[in-house]
């Protein structure tokens, strides 16, 4: 089975601290998303990247930025964190052949106070 | 960017009883897919549609792809405790290297 790690459960953050969010999947899959959830909105896309050191523009990227060094590895920054930046984060993957079927990490619940 | 609505937003259901949800776009979409997020989980795919007027089922799911390409519709038969989670409908265009556009999400939960 596929999986996708995403290095923490829960983060607590103080405003305007820079923040890592890490993602590792395990299945050479191209595609990998960064996604976030909140009540009543459903997923938003924020960045995502089609190949190592290729990153696009998703939804509701201001605020955010993305590195991806390794095909396995995903890595969501918040440059300053701000409270409006409170959210569950969700990390995918997908087969470039096969986009629409994402796999989804557990999610990182960050906090910032 | 546009979001998907989802009806209802939660719904409350005793065991046993069938369940109806669906997705409306103002966009056309040439796949419709449909995610099940347990608590504490990421979400999972359940069914995914490639053409419009599919019917396609998964043990006691079944999806609709609209006829109109900008609505899709699931269908929980006997419904069960393990069927509660959040249900987020998808909808993408294949064949290019775009993003799925997700739904706002219905929240099931099951009373014994």
């Known amino acids: 089975d596929v999986k996708v790690t995403q290095s923490s459960r829960y983060l607590v953050k103080r405003t305007g601290e820079k923040v890592f969010l890490e993602c590792v999947q395990d299945?050479?899959?191209?595609?990998m998303f960064w996604y976030r959830q909140d009540p009543g909105l459903g997923l938003r896309l924020i960045y995502f990247s089609y190949d190592v050191k290729m990153k696009e523009k998703g939804d509701i990227p201001e605020g955010y930025s993305v590195s991806r060094e390794k095909k396995e590895r995903f890595s969501l920054i918040l440059e300053s964190a701000s409270t409006n930046q409170t959210s569950m984060y969700l990390c995918?993957?997908?087969?470039?052949?096969?986009?629409?079927?994402?796999?989804f990490g557990s999610g990182t619940q960050l906090s910032v106070l | 960017g546009q979001q998907l609505n989802q009806s209802p937003q939660s719904m409350f259901i005793q065991e046993g009883e069938d369940v109806s949800m669906n997705c409306t776009s103002s966009?056309?979409?040439?796949?419709w897919l449909w995610y099940k997020q347990d608590p504490g989980e990421g979400p999972v795919l359940l069914i995914a549609?490639?053409?419009?007027?599919e019917l396609t089922s998964n043990g006691r799911l079944t999806a609709q792809f609209g006829i109109t390409r900008k609505d899709s519709f699931l269908n929980i038969s006997a419904s069960i405790p393990s069927d509660v989670g959040i249900y987020f409908c998808?909808?993408?265009?294949?064949?290019?290297?775009?993003?799925?556009?997700f739904g706002t999400g219905t929240r099931l939960q099951v009373t014994l």
């Open positions: 299945m050479d899959h191209e595609n």
């Open positions: 998808a909808g993408g265009n294949t064949g290019t290297a775009s993003k799925l556009t």
């Open positions: 995918a993957s997908s087969l470039i052949r096969l986009n629409e079927k994402l796999f």
């Open positions: 549609l490639y053409k419009a007027g």
């Open positions: 966009s056309i979409f040439n796949t």
